[in-house]
């Protein structure tokens, strides 16, 4: 990279440079105010790079009140400020810098940076510096292989701010002469700026005393704010449950003598992994029985681990540059995935996990935002926390993991931490260390991380019964995305099965005639190859892909009977589920195309429906084989894309799943709710999904009926997965009830902006056109505030993202009220502004009376958009 970056251009993987400068300890010091903020920032700077290079520090909407090199002020000629940072021509090798700079927290919309959470009266003071806000805090080589030692101390006034924290051990706390209250903070471990915080103000805390596996005393706190912190407790469970889980799994034990986590309502995303004080977007961290749905609480237990598992994927062993991303998100979503799999069911969570990769990664990687896991070239950085670098990315590392088994992904995992703690890492420096312990290649998986596009994978099977071999023909193809016009084949591993007419797998041997297996993995190398089993019975079906062992879209051209007897003999849990979603896929497919008696139609009504009797399908399973794939899913089956076409075509299934399953549903969704006491162990868990689903469908067989018993539950059920479920029912089923259970609702939780966030998303999908006007309404209520992200996501984003028929209606008035939010939100909120604009990616898919009024929408957008985070989603959404 040149000394000093040129903002106009994008930013490329193979223009990387080391930096120029070393930082090998930074002192910062904090005088704290809501609306002005003193930072002086000495940095301890070191020459790495040729002579004579002069010295650029990042810098963005600071005032610089003082400088001085080595003690001695700088005089104005001797250095340059522009608006995107700080250069000193003339450097010795080696110096301190001393920055003072100021800052108003409480103007701070666009939540990077310090900010207030909260109002300036009652709300606290917190940082968010990943990718690049610490720049706006001071001036620093704001890029993640800088890695330096920190002591940061903090002083502010103690009615005000009581607690005062930042990364690391406590090292000192007191009062001033002038009564001002001090705290210092050491973080022994180099660090990356991206990982700096501070929080300060008035917040209570819970406290937990953990001994690591070395016997490390560490504490652990919670802090939130004071109507918070009684919902803290789960959160502080899971965080116990994950510091043990990576102990035990990967060897890995805490490394400071505290452990913090902040809760906040105003952040930008999930949560953030800050070394040793973790904040956390409130919505992922507070639960309660009475206020959080069964979701909610797996999504704490996951993302408390997930931060916490980046203190060694992540923040020991950190990244080179943003290119590698996924090098800490891919793996650490990995590793949460594993330990939320071991906290619940491994078959529901590898369901949930590709779910989520179908709805989200699927589409992205099929449209114009469509980049690798790790992309070669970035204008704005925020845009690339995608589904693609986390989800696509976890699933590079599961294959990998596969690949090496799990005593090699162990051995590598150890060998990685071995090589590089304390150290910036790429893509390539994790593939050699995995490899090298192995023994093992695996650069071939290179092609994964660089190559963008969901790979097709076409499968069909032979059988000789002359020489009693099965051969397996399997081809590959990955369609051009943008920028990438020629793909490669991709080492793709297939798990698989052969399967008797009972269900039972046979017998594998390879020509090479090892001993046999029932299952086992074959990795497609090549555009295609073809794989024989030899001595072996003719099998009913095949069962391919295993557990999802590869992030590809499989055509093996099983008919409605195969796939039949797929869900009902199939003895792999998640190959169950899948060939029942393929059956409602090819049911879907017949709908869609007017097709209303296809026999594929009946065969699935029939197969799933009969499962409802069978007592061995465990709750929660049974409630994901009666569904058929989201919207969101199905939308990729209709070209063009018309949404109003899919959402009929997805609900005729659902209604005629509702009309042979109508009583059977009512009576099951009565046992099941009989004895709910709200508990949360698994099993009730379990049952309350079914719950829910039984209610879903009894509410399309007989809806005045079933309508009474959800009118019921959503006032009177003694969990929040039921009173949500039931209400959401009631809403968009259009029920006589709707209107006055929404009003019950928001009167009861009108304090608690997290339950509130629920209400707004619900009614954000109702699937009518007249929910525009809804949401329009909703948009200029009291309670809505643009400037609140998750607020937001919960309105806006919802009713983009997952009302086809509203936000899509034939009029434009969907894309009107978006495009208007979207104007006003840029000007507060960029990183809120573009993931919300994210969801206007499909406009080239759409039908054309569609096509036009969006791509108008988006033109007329990227014209307006000042911030270069929604002007790059916008541009790449045309181009
Ligand atoms: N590293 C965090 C995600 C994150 C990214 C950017 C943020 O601010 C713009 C905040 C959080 C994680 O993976 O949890
Ligand atoms: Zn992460």
Redesign the pocket.
């Known amino acids: 990279m040149p000394a000093k970056p040129d903002r106009e251009l994008p930013v490329l993987l193979r223009e990387y440079r080391p930096p120029a400068w070393r930082v090998d300890h930074v002192d910062l010091e904090f005088d704290l105010g809501i609306h002005r903020t003193r930072v002086d920032a000495r940095l301890t700077l070191r020459r790495a790079g040729p002579a004579g290079e002069p010295l650029f520090l990042d810098g963005e909407g600071l005032r610089l009140v003082s400088i001085a090199l080595d003690g001695r002020p700088l005089d104005v000629t001797e250095y340059r400020l522009d608006e995107h940072g700080l250069t000193i021509a003339q450097m010795p090798d080696g110096a301190v810098l001393h920055t003072c700079v100021e800052l108003d927290p409480s103007t701070n919309s666009a939540l ?1 940076g310090l900010y207030l959470s909260g109002t300036p009266e009652h709300g606290f003071l917190l940082t ?1 510096c ?2 690049e ?1 610490f720049r706006r805090i001071t001036f620093f080589p704001d890029r993640p292989d800088v890695l330096a030692r920190y002591t940061t101390t903090l002083r502010a006034d103690p009615a005000r701010f009581p607690i005062l924290l930042a990364n690391g051990n406590p090292a000192g706390t007191g009062l001033l002469d002038d009564g001002r209250l001090w705290a210092r903070w050491d973080d022994p471990h180099p660090k990356p700026c991206y990982l700096f915080a501070l929080v300060a103000g008035r917040l209570e805390v819970l406290e937990r005393a953990f001994v690591t596996a070395e016997g490390r005393a560490v504490t652990l706190r919670i802090y939130a704010e004071a109507d918070a912190i009684d919902r803290c407790g789960y959160a502080m469970d899971a965080l116990e449950r994950a510091m043990r889980w990576d102990e035990e799994h990967y060897g890995r034990c805490y490394d400071l003598d505290v452990f913090h986590i902040v809760a906040t309502h105003d952040f ?6 800050n070394k040793g004080l973790n904040i956390f977007n409130a919505k992922y961290l507070l639960a309660d029985p009475a206020r959080s749905t069964d979701d909610d609480y797996r999504h704490v237990e996951a993302i408390v681990a ?2 916490y598992f ?1 203190n060694w994927t992540g923040n020991r062993v950190t990244c080179r540059d943003w290119f590698q991303l996924s090098l800490k ?1 891919g793996l ?1 979503v990995f590793r949460e995935q594993q330990f939320s799999a071991d906290m619940g069911s491994h078959v529901l969570k590898r369901i949930e996990d590709v779910q989520l990769l179908r709805r989200a990664q699927f589409p992205e990687d099929a449209g114009p935002l469509a980049h690798p896991v790790r992309p070669d070239r970035y204008s704005a950085i ?1 845009n690339f ?1 995608t589904a693609t670098v986390y989800d696509k990315g976890a699933e590079l590392v599961r294959m990998l993991a596969g690949r090496l088994g799990p005593a090699g992904w162990r051995r590598g995992m150890d060998e990685y931490f071995a090589r590089h703690d304390g150290e910036a890492a790429t893509v390539e420096d994790f593939l050699a260390a995995l490899g090298e312990a192995n023994e093992v290649d695996l650069r071939g998986y290179l092609v994964w991380y660089a190559q963008a596009g969901t790979p097709q994978l076409l499968a069909s099977g032979r059988y000789d019964a002359a020489h009693r071999t099965y051969t397996l023909e399997l081809r590959q193809h990955t369609a051009p995305t943008p920028g990438q016009d020629v793909k490669q084949p991709l080492p793709v591993p297939v798990r698989l099965a052969l399967l008797d007419a009972g269900g039972q797998p046979l017998p594998l041997r390879g020509a090479s005639a090892q001993a046999a297996v029932s299952e086992c993995v074959v990795e497609l190398r090549d555009a295609q190859a073809a794989f024989t089993f030899v001595d072996i019975d003719r099998p009913r079906a095949a069962s391919l892909l295993r557990g999802f062992s590869a992030p590809v879209r499989v055509e093996a051209g099983f008919g409605a009977d195969d796939l039949a007897f797929l869900v009902r003999h199939e003895s792999d849990g998640f190959n169950r589920w899948e060939a029942a979603q393929q059956l409602a896929r090819l049911a879907f497919d017949r709908v869609l195309a007017g097709d209303l008696r296809a026999a594929e139609i009946g065969v699935w009504v029939s197969t799933v429906s009969a499962l409802l009797d069978d007592n061995r399908v465990e709750p929660a399973l049974l409630a994901e084989l009666l569904t058929p794939p989201d919207a969101l899913e199905l939308a990729e089956r209709c070209e063009p894309f018309d949404p109003a076409a899919v959402y009929r075509a997805r609900e005729f299934l659902e209604k005629s799943l509702a009309q042979v399953t109508g009583a059977r549903v009512a009576a099951r969704h009565g046992q099941l709710v009989e004895a709910e006491q709200g508990a949360l162990d698994g099993a009730s868990q379990s049952r309350r999904r079914l719950a829910g689903r039984c209610l879903g469908l009894w509410m399309r067989a007989d809806p005045t009926a079933a309508a009474e018993v959800a009118a019921r539950r959503a006032a009177q059920a003694p969990n929040m997965t039921e009173r949500l479920a039931a209400l959401t029912l009631l809403a968009h089923h259009g029920a006589p009830q709707a209107e006055a259970a929404l009003g019950d609702f928001a009167a009861r939780y009108a304090d608690d902006p997290i339950t509130l966030d629920k209400w707004f998303a619900l009614q954000a999908q109702i699937p009518a056109e007249a929910a525009v006007e809804r949401v329009a309404a909703l948009r200029a209520d009291s309670r809505f505030n643009l400037r609140n992200p998750n607020r937001v996501y919960a309105l806006l984003r919802a009713f983009a993202a997952r009302n086809l028929v509203a936000f899509h209606r034939p009029d434009g008035a969907g894309y009107a009220l978006i495009e208007d939010c979207l104007v006003e939100l840029d000007a507060i909120n960029p ?1 809120t502004a573009s993931r919300l604009a994210a969801t206007l990616k499909d406009w080239k898919r759409l039908e054309p009376t569609r096509r036009v009024l969006l791509q108008a929408s988006v033109e007329r957008l990227a014209a307006a958009a000042t911030s270069p985070d929604l002007a790059d989603i916008l541009r790449r959404t045309l181009a």
């Open positions: 990077q968010q990943e990718a806000g930008n995303m999930g949560a953030m992994e997930h931060e980046h998100e650490t925020d926390y990183t």
